[in-house]
DNA sequence: ACAGGATCCTGGGGGC
DNA sequence: TGCCCCCAGGATCCTG
C-alpha cells in the first residue's frame, strides 16, 4: 500500500511524537512474524532507548535512537500510529512501544508482509540499504544519472519505475500517475525514451510525489498516517484505479493493462503506444 | 537481460 | 446467507 508519500506522512506525523521520547515497554502482541523473523534479543536492547530522530528512506522508516535504530518497512497493510494506551488494539497489531508521555506507539499489519527490526548501529542500516540495491531519492535524482539508467535499459518504463534501485519510494500507484503525467506509455522502453521524455518523466515523478504527500497520500483501503487518519489524494488520481473512467484530461476511457506483473492504468490517448520498430514494418522501412 | 509466474498473507468485493 | 474466485499500495525468488 504505502509509497513514498505515505510513507512521509507518516513519519511527519510521527517526528513530533516520537522524537524526544522514551520506548519504557516494548509488547509483542502476536506469536506470528512479519517478513523478518522477531529477535528476543530486540526488547532489551530497545527498553530505554531515546528516539533522537525520525525518518524516512525510499518506503522505509527509521526511528533514530540513542543506541541503535528501529527500521521498519509497512509492506501492502502496515500502520504505525499513535494512539492512547486505552485505545482497542485493533486485529493484526503485533508491536505496540509504551512511551514516556503514556503514548503508545503501535505496529499493525494484517498480511504481514511488512517488518519491523532493529539494528546496532548506522553501518547496520546502511549494509541493509545496500543489500536491497536501494537507489537515490526521486527528489535528489539527478538527470545525467537518471537518463543513464534508462539508456541502458530495455525494460519496459513502468517495470524500471518499480525497481527500487533505479529511484526509491515509487510504487505502483505513482508509476502510473507519473507516466500519465508525463504523457508517456507504460510499455515504452526505457532505452527507446527521448531526452526530452525522460527529463519530463524525472519531473513528473517529483511533481505527482509532492502533490501526493500535500494531501497526506493515497487511502485506497488500509493506509492511514502516522496519526490514524486517511489520506485524501486517492480523489485526485488521474488513471489509477481509473479503469473504463473518463481521462480527466481528453474523455477517453482509462485502460488497464498487466505490465509487470502489476495492473497498470493509461490513458490509451495521452500516452500513445509506441511504435513498434521492426524491419517488415512500413515505419521502418527506408524510401 | 528480461518477462512472467509463484510466493509470502488477509480481507474485501463481485458473481452465482 | 454462503462459497468461490479474483484482486490488492511490496518485494523476492525461480524458471524459461
Known amino acids: ?17 516520537l522524537t524526544g521520547r522514551r520506548l519504557v515497554v516494548v509488547r509483542r502482541l502476536t506469536a506470528v ?18 528516539v533522537s530522530a525520525v ?7 527509521v526511528v533514530e535512537l540513542d543506541r541503535g535504530f528501529l527500521v521498519i518497512h509497512l509492506g501492502m497493510t502496515g500502520q504505525l500510529v499513535v494512539k492512547p494506551p486505552d485505545t482497542p488494539f485493533a486485529d493484526h497489531t503485533h508491536f505496540a512501544f509504551d512511551l514516556d ?16 527490526s532493529y539494528y546496532p548501529d548506522e553501518a547496520a542500516v546502511q549494509a ?12 535528489e535524482l539527478d538527470a545525467g544519472g537518471w537518463r543513464t539508467a534508462l539508456a541502458g535499459t530495455a525494460r519496459a518504463i513502468k517495470a524500471v519505475l518499480l525497481d527500487q534501485s533505479v529511484v526509491a519510494g515509487v510504487g505502483n500507484i505513482y508509476a502510473d500517475e507519473a507516466l500519465f503525467e508525463a504523457k508517456i506509455h507504460p510499455s515504452s522502453r526505457g532505452c527507446d525514451l527521448t531526452r526530452p521524455q525522460a527529463e519530463r518523466l524525472r519531473k513528473a515523478i517529483v511533481t505527482v510525489l509532492q502533490r501526493a504527500i500535500e494531501h497526506g497520500g493515497s487511502t485506497i483501503r ?3 498516517g502516522g ?6 489524494f486517492q480523489a485526485e ?9 473518463p481521462c480527466r484530461r481528453c474523455r477517453t476511457p482509462v485502460a488497464v493493462v498487466r505490465l509487470a506483473g502489476r495492473s497498470t492504468h493509461f490513458c490509451p490517448t495521452c500516452q500513445p503506444a509506441p511504435v513498434a520498430v521492426t524491419p517488415s514494418s512500413p515505419e521502418a522501412a527506408p524510401g
Open 101 to 116: 508521555d503514556g503514548q503508545q506507539l503501535r505496529f499493525r499489519d494484517s498480511r504481514r508482509f511488512g517488518l519491523v
Open 128 to 139: 541493509l540499504f545496500d543489500e536491497t540495491g536501494l537507489g537515490p531519492e526521486p527528489f
Open 237 to 245: 488520481l488521474r488513471v489509477y484505479g481509473r479503469d473504463g473512467e
Open 227 to 232: 496519526d490514524g487518519q486517511a489520506g485524501t
Open 55 to 61: 525518518r524516512r528512506r525510499g518506503k522505509w522508516i
Open 33 to 50: 512474524d512479519l517478513r523478518q523473523p522477531w529477535n528476543v534479543l530486540w526488547p532489551p536492547r530497545l527498553t530505554g532507548r531515546l
Open 1 to 17: 500500500m504505502p509509497e513514498l508519500p505515505e510513507v512521509e506522512t507518516v513519519v511527519r506525523d510521527l517526528r513530533p511524537k
Open 222 to 224: 488500509d493506509y492511514v
